[in-house]
């Protein structure tokens, strides 16, 4: 019997024990031992099992796949589903990403509602088959929520869960390989020579982009915050008008020396990266007060930013 289950599901009702493993959203059970079936489900606060079915089903119908029920915003990746694809190459990505844990079903409700981001992505207001095609998806997904959660409202707000700020300094290192290349000098960096990198995004993902370290100070200059716009890549702390910052560009000798072209700019609030401060000097002898403006903080601020053991921040008032 378990070896017959279906691999999607649209029955949002609630059934007997045979129905649901008959009909439950698993591709097969094959290979799965009696004591792992039967893992128990801890459902989240204010959560009950149906009561139709028995605690076993309840636990094969959510926690073999490690199903995400509740959460959305940018905790959550996107869909993964494409327009180009036909609706059930759609509903198999979908099913495979809230299987997979990596997709919570609140997330994907909202992103197929008819106010969703995925209509206006899938042209729908023009295009009829693409309504069709996207009401099918959100079917499927409130479907299946409302297997798990019979009596969930599925226009219900959610509460919106954003992934923790995770801060990017400067990172000072021997090369691992030979492979990297400087992007100041344009030249190979050796193995074990020192490199210092700083994160910048390509194609859609974060990568990390090599300069040798003792080119690296070409890159940084002082300067003076114009507006409240900007953000520490470091801290996530905004950086006000009128605060000092350091800024890091990444392009080459030219056009760093040219202050135009640069691939990429980051901030950072000096003092949030006073330990990259320490292991700069160390690896090139290179001060604080020997990058491009660093006439607009005084010798007190310098010394503070070399001390990385000094947890007190420094004060204007202190000087």
Not at 84 to 107: F, P, Q, Y
Not at 203 to 225: N, Y
């Amino acid at each position: 019997r378990e070896s017959r289950i279906k691999s999607v599901c649209t029955r949002p009702r609630a059934c007997s024990e045979a129905t649901a493993l008959r009909h439950h959203p698993r591709r097969s059970w094959a290979g799965s031992s009696r004591t792992k079936l039967a893992r128990q489900y801890v459902p989240e606060k204010g959560h009950k099992a149906p009561p139709t079915l028995t605690p076993r089903v309840y636990a094969l119908t959510t926690m073999e796949h490690k199903i995400v029920i509740s959460g959305e915003g940018s905790a959550h990746p996107k869909l993964g589903v494409k327009k180009k694809n036909s609706v059930e190459e759609n509903l198999k990505i979908l099913n495979d990403m809230i299987e997979s844990g990596k997709l919570s079903l609140d997330h994907a409700i909202a992103k197929t509602k008819s106010n969703g981001t995925l209509r206006g992505i899938f042209n729908c207001s023009e295009d009829e088959e693409m309504a069709a095609h996207v009401d099918a998806l959100y079917d499927f997904v409130v479907a299946y929520k409302k297997r798990l959660v019979p009596d969930c409202d599925p226009a219900a707000p959610v509460q919106k869960v954003q992934k923790e700020a995770v801060g990017f300094p400067p990172v000072v290192e021997a090369a691992k390989s030979g492979r990297s290349s400087c992007k100041i000098s344009q030249e190979k960096i050796e193995k074990d020579e020192l490199r210092v990198g700083l994160p910048v995004f390509a194609r859609g993902q974060q990568v990390t982009s090599w300069a040798k370290a003792s080119e690296f100070s070409k890159a940084l200059r002082f300067e003076t915050a114009p507006d409240n716009r900007s953000k520490c890549k470091a801290s996530k702390e905004k950086i006000t008008a009128g605060e000092i910052r350091l800024c890091a560009r990444v392009g080459s000798a030219a056009e760093l020396e040219a202050n135009a072209g640069e691939k990429a700019k980051m901030y950072y609030n000096p003092m949030a990266i006073k330990p990259f401060w320490k292991a700069y000097h160390e690896a090139t002898g290179v001060r604080p007060s020997d990058i491009a403006g660093a006439e607009l903080l005084d010798e007190a601020y310098h010394r503070a930013l070399l001390d990385a053991n000094d947890d007190e921040r420094y004060e204007e008032a202190d000087c």
